[in-house]
């Protein structure tokens, strides 16, 4: 795990800053040459996005989002920069499966409808 993931997961499960997640892995996505991690990046800015998206409420913007990354991370193995992406992969499919048939909800009302950040748990080697 390099020094950006370790930062990136920081402020995703104890921040839920989702906003500096995204802008901390678009200048590693965007600078990045080589596969898998570039796809890797850009596919866990899209989660972080689809994170904030709950947060305001846009739940097809969390669906648009889901839809662009779900492949990539099925692509990655099982635990990619000391990130658990079996665990990934399945909390974040059961937090689409447990969205509300709304485009949209009240800002800050996710809770209500029993949604929840998720979190990025890591594989110590």
Known sequence: MNDQVREFVRLFNEEQDF???HE???????????????SFYKAMVQVATAQFKIRQGYLNGFRK?????????R??????QGIDMVKLRHDFTE??????QDDFIEEGTYAQYGL??????????
Do not use: G, M, N
Not at 65 to 73: A, E, F, M, R
Not at 95 to 100: A, D, F, N, S, V
């Open 116 to 125: 929840d950040f998720l979190k990025l748990h890591v594989i110590d080697f």
């Open 24 to 38: 901390l892995f678009e200048l590693a996505w965007k600078a990045e040459t080589e596969e898998p991690l570039k």
């Open 65 to 73: 989002l889901y839809s662009y990354c779900s492949d990539v991370l």
């Open 19 to 21: 906003y500096e997640c």
């Open 75 to 80: 692509e990655l193995p099982p635990v990619y």
């Open 95 to 100: 937090q689409l499966r447990k969205l509300p």
